[in-house]
């Protein structure tokens, strides 16, 4: 596959991504609102805590997903059908047994949620409410796996346009039957259904697309293909554990070290700050297979190089563009959308909005390691990662709430995955020292802090008697100032060159 038809591949998966995200946005901010007009802040740090558990429970996956994504890349390119085939099967039967454990692990855990969570609401039939999260966690890996399979032939887009409408439809029968039937049963049951439609659909679509895929009559992988395989299921492993435990714990320890009301007020920010995050990291993902792609079919370090440079500005502006608009526009929206009741405090927020910026800076390195499939060589970090995690965040949260917790997430990314990451990156990916990749990192900080700046000098002029209008022109001033901003740092770089060209042609319609 030559270059050009990786760009619009590349370009594909980010179109039909950021449109189908774009329509979910208002209607995922709608059903927040409705579910805390009709139900309270009790159902709703529920909801996260619950979510958060589930979160590790899907430690059991233990990275398959991304390592089986890695060994499709080079069978796709060859168009080696027998060789996907064996992999598929594999995956097939690997993923049907991890659910079936995430049902049995979940539902035995039923009797220590008074341990796991500090003075449960008192909500009827809680237990119950708990064991269909886990149903809705287990529902998730039966004929989810054939997703990979797109994700690695490029055509990532197919599923996100399915999950996409599912959540787009979802959210919308949520909220019918929330303002018909004011239950909160009925709104965790339409969660399942959607899961469940949502995998069927993929699966008939790749097996319509794959007609070649034979689970039933496809020949077990060889000895050496296995111990490939299981080589970076193990490398992923630890990876999965350390993401789980340090993004996922921060509700489970609010609740535990505070109370479940407190992760009801933090959950609005994250379901904001995620929403954005999962935007971000589903673009990335979509040129993941790209990457992917082109370090089967070449060699060149240097030409990786040169896309990851090109990614990581991408990002920098990106990033760094919500970032600002976060810190500017958090408070004035949550106060508009759920009300002052729902807002943190201004140490809470910013240290939030960190938090946002350090992790979205991460998913051009873990893209592109991910693509090259070198996790193998910090396979230790996120033990580390995790470890420390919990060491700061327990006590801080005892000393200083929320924000103590968030403060004990940055720690532990700023001593393991702010450096480690690069620096495996630059050292297996690139043969390349990774100094260069921290001084353009404190530049990217350094733009996207005096953008902030000047935006909040600006922002605070304006002052209008209507909460939307404010809203409104703040919105406006800090992402002009923030475009100027960048444009004056960023375009005389050769990535920024790389960046303009791509875009101007595939928007003009021109030849590359």
Request: contains cysteine; proline residues 2%; charged residues 15%.
């Amino acid at each position: 596959m030559n270059n050009k038809s990786r760009i619009d591949n590349s370009i594909r998966n980010v179109k039909y991504t950021a449109i189908a995200q774009a329509v979910n946005f208002l209607i995922v901010f709608i059903s927040r609102r409705i579910f805390l007009k009709i139900l309270s802040t009790e159902y709703l740090g529920l909801n996260g805590t619950f979510s958060n558990i589930i979160s590790m429970l899907s430690l059991a996956e233990l990275g398959l997903g991304s390592a089986i994504c890695f060994c499709l890349y080079k069978p796709i390119y060859n168009k080696d059908e027998k060789l996907i085939n064996s992999i598929m099967a594999f995956y097939r039967k690997a993923y049907n047994i991890i659910g079936i454990a995430v049902f049995a692990i979940g539902a035995l855990l039923t009797p220590f949620l008074d341990f796991i969570v500090e003075e449960l609401p008192q909500i009827s039939h809680i237990r119950l409410i708990y064991i269909i999260f886990v149903l809705n966690s287990a529902c998730s890996y039966f004929f989810v796996y054939k997703k990979t399979l797109l994700i690695a032939d490029q055509k990532q887009y197919i599923s996100n346009v399915v999950h996409q409408t599912a959540v787009f439809l979802i959210n919308l029968f949520q909220i019918i039957l929330l303002l018909i039937t004011k239950n909160y049963f009925s709104y965790l049951l339409i969660m399942v259904l959607g899961t469940v439609i949502q995998n069927v659909a993929v699966s008939l679509i790749v097996n319509k697309k794959y007609e070649f895929l034979d689970y039933k009559n496809a020949e077990p992988l060889s000895k050496e293909q296995k111990k490939e395989v299981f080589k970076q299921i193990g490398a992923m492993t630890s990876h999965r554990v350390g993401g789980v435990v340090v993004n996922g714990t921060d509700n489970l320890i609010i609740a535990k070290c505070i109370n479940v009301v407190s992760v009801g007020l933090y959950s609005n920010y994250f379901l904001i700050k995620n929403t954005l995050i999962s935007v971000i990291s589903l673009l990335f993902q979509s040129v993941t297979s790209s990457v992917g792609n082109l370090g089967a079919r070449e060699n060149s370090e240097k030409r990786k190089a040169e896309v990851f440079n090109m990614l990581n500005l991408l990002a920098a502006m990106l990033i760094g563009f919500c970032s600002v608009a976060l810190f500017i526009l958090f408070n004035p929206f949550i106060s508009i959308w759920v009300g002052k009741e729902y807002l943190l405090d201004f140490k809470t927020m910013l240290i939030i909005v960190v938090n946002f910026y350090m992790l979205g800076m991460r998913q051009p390195v873990l893209c592109v390691r991910d693509a090259l499939g070198i996790f193998w060589y910090d396979r230790y970090k996120p033990i580390f990662e995790s470890v420390l995690n919990v060491v700061f965040s327990i006590p801080l949260a005892f000393r200083f709430g929320i924000f103590g917790v968030l403060l004990g997430t940055l720690l532990s990314t700023v001593l393991t995955s702010f450096w480690v990451e690069p620096r495996v990156l630059y050292k297996y990916g690139f043969k390349q020292k990774s100094y260069p990749y921290f001084f353009k990192y404190f530049g990217y900080i350094t733009v996207t802090a005096v953008a902030g700046y000047l935006s909040f000098l600006i922002s605070n002029l304006i002052d209008f008697s209507s909460a939307l209008i404010n809203l409104l022109l703040k919105a406006l001033t800090c992402s002009l100032i923030t475009a100027i901003v960048f444009i004056i740092a960023y375009s005389r770089t050769e990535s920024f060159k790389m960046l303009f060209k791509i875009f101007k042609n595939k928007l003009l319609k021109k030849k590359v």
